[in-house]
């Protein structure tokens, strides 16, 4: 699948800002963090920015994205209108936390409940964007079911990272958000491998053969094109990137990703000063950001959709 | 809205006769035509001038090579959408842009609603959704429903226009709901088979096998006049003549 460059912003940035929402709703819900009007107004913009950010992006990649709105009706069969209905859902319990970290609460419980119904919201985000693509029976590499715990576990990874950058900020503890992105890093790594073996052990169980179910008369070979330029269905659903450079990818990925913010985050366990502190947790920021837009390229790149046996004949 | 209607009594399609089709294009440049002005206008190219031409099609004619040795043939192979009963081009659909009639069982795409996310072309296994880039919108075959409910059109004419430009017959077109249509009679006779089934979107389109060669047991016969006789009759030369014309 070709590389939808807005597509792989968008999940990165509002993933890393749906995490970000996640870590400090549980903060704020399990008393970690301060009620600093600062804190909540700096930490709760950031997140909120990221999504925004990441849902305009999303809408470069539209041909008519004047009509965006219509997306959100056909919910009852359309993750992708899911996608949308529970994004702009989340805005709600969000923007009342927000409301009340940084004016001060007016009813008692309310930031609380506030910060539960954020932190539902953004999962239920989160999924619904890994069901877009886990639910394509076309594409095999994306028809599987680690996809979305995959979108989510590197959502709350980066959203973990951002935390313990953000917090120190506010003189806040940031060792419980270390704690937090650790474990989901972790996870994130060992579901992604899983990930990877699977899409690699695959079987490519549908045919050139059975595509044009000319099977009985033997091996289909394409003879002449339907066409002498690559078409929309090419350009779109015929790119893949090279196994070797997959490979090659998939180790940078892992090492931005995974193991240098990870290394990192042990660092920071170390006493430091706090500005020491805070180069490590950005760097540790940078570094998974920028792991997960290679992982998320490679995620478009490495996955090939059925129609290409009918152009280059085999299997996928 | 993009969920799939109850299961239509009339299924309009296409039944595409893998023996008779010559790869000859013909349905697809007649389609480009209709639907350049139809339902689907504008059907846009990009760099139609350019070193890359392409553009929106809606059908598209492949040639393969199929089977080895003396065994292998040459077969044609139209494609298009298919029409299916229960597809997810239909369900994906964030907008309700992507539809199935429930009166006749075409798939449509509302060219006024369509956002161009492009996830239903993401979501078809036959290639039938080419995204025009000029419009923004999706594209796909109509079943030329602006043809085929045209009274304006003469009857002969109430066909896609793939059908009608067919010159070989190649392509039928009719309600394969009904059991006593012609097409389906011609599906039951022949064999018509569903392209890639396993993916469970229930084509309606079929499509007919090619005949089995009968070549083996025809023993060839001599040549039995050299192919460039000398100087025959006037009438002869008259023809030669007129073929190098021709030719020329
Ligand atoms: S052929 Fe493709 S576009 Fe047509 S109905 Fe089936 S899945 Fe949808
Ligand atoms: S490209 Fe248009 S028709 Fe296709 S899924 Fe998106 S909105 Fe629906």
């Known amino acids: 699948m070709h590389p939808a460059y807005s597509v792989i912003v968008f999940t990165t940035a509002s993933g890393a800002g749906y995490g970000l929402l996640i870590w400090l709703s549980a903060g704020v819900a399990l008393g970690l963090v301060p009620r600093t009007p600062a804190l909540g ?9 990221l999504v925004t950010l990441g849902l305009l992006s999303s809408t470069l990649h539209l041909g008519r994205p004047e009509r965006a709105w219509r997306a959100f009706s056909q919910w009852r ?6 996608e949308g209905v529970a994004a702009v859902a989340t805005y709600l319990p969000a923007g009342a936390l927000g409301l009340g970290w940084v004016f001060g609460e007016t009813m008692p419980g309310q930031v609380t409940t506030a910060a539960w119904l954020a932190i539902a919201g953004s999962l239920v985000t989160l999924w619904c964007t890994g069901k877009i693509y886990s639910s394509l029976t076309t594409i095999r590499a994306w028809n599987q079911p680690l996809v979305p715990p995959v979108y989510i576990a590197l959502a709350l990874g980066t959203g973990g990272l951002l935390a313990c950058a953000l917090l120190p900020m506010f003189g806040a503890d940031a060792r419980w958000a270390a704690a ?4 989901s890093l972790v996870v994130g790594w060992v579901l992604k491998r899983r990930y990877w073996t699977a899409i690699d052990s695959a079987a490519r169980t549908h045919t050139a053969e059975a ?10 070979r394409p003879l002449d094109p339907p066409h002498t330029q690559p078409n929309y269905v090419m350009r779109e659903m015929g790119y893949q990137v090279a196994r070797r450079h997959a490979l090659k990818l998939r180790k940078v990925a ?6 240098m913010p990870l290394a990192l985050l042990i660092w920071l366990l170390a006493p430091l000063p706090a500005f020491a502190q805070l180069t490590l947790a ?3 920021v940078l570094s998974g950001v920028i792991g997960v837009l290679v992982e998320r390229w490679l995620f478009f790149a490495e996955a090939e959709h059925v129609v290409v046996v009918y152009y280059r004949g085999g299997a996928a | 809205m993009t969920s799939l209607p109850e299961a239509s ?6 039944v595409i006769d893998l023996d008779t089709c010559v790869g000859c294009h013909a349905c697809a440049t007649s389609c480009k035509e209709w639907n350049s002005n139809g339902y689907s206008a504008p059907l846009t190219d990009d760099d139609a001038h350019g070193g890359d031409p392409h553009g929106t099609w809606l059908n598209r004619v492949h040639s393969y090579e199929v089977g080895d040795g003396a065994e292998s043939r040459t077969v044609n192979f139209p494609r298009s959408c298919l029409h299916c009963e229960t597809p997810a081009c239909v369900t994906v659909c964030p907008t309700g842009a992507s539809y199935k009639r429930a009166s006749d069982g075409i798939v449509l795409v509302n060219p006024d609603t369509c956002i161009g996310c492009k996830l239903c072309s993401w979501a078809c296994p036959y290639g039938a959704r080419e995204y025009d880039h000029g419009d923004g919108t999706m594209k796909k075959c109509t079943l030329c429903v602006d043809r085929i409910y045209n009274e304006t059109m003469a009857p002969e004419d109430r066909v896609p226009a793939c059908v009608r430009a067919c010159p070989t017959g190649a392509r039928h077109f009719g309600d394969l709901g009904d059991p006593q249509s012609a097409v389906s009679i011609l599906v039951a006779e022949r064999a018509g088979f569903d392209l890639l089934p396993e993916f469970g979107y229930n084509p309606v389109n079929k499509y007919l096998p090619p005949r089995a060669r009968k070549d083996r047991e025809v023993t060839p016969r001599a040549i039995e006049a050299p192919l460039r006789a000398g100087p025959g009759s006037n009438a002869d030369r008259f023809f030669a003549w007129v073929d190098k014309a021709l030719s020329r």
């Not at chain 1, 595509?211 to 289909?220: N, S």
């Open chain 1, 41 to 49: 107004f700096t930490g709760l913009g950031i997140a909120l920015s």
């Open chain 1, 77 to 82: 069969s359309s993750w992708l209108s899911r």
């Open chain 1, 180 to 183: 937090a992105s650790v474990v």
């Open chain 1, 211 to 220: 595509a044009t179910g000319l099977g009985h008369l033997g091996t289909v």
């Open chain 1, 254 to 259: 892992v090492g931005l990703l995974f193991l």
């Open chain 1, 282 to 284: 950005i760097a540790a």
């Open chain 2, 9 to 14: 009594a009339k299924k309009l399609g296409l």
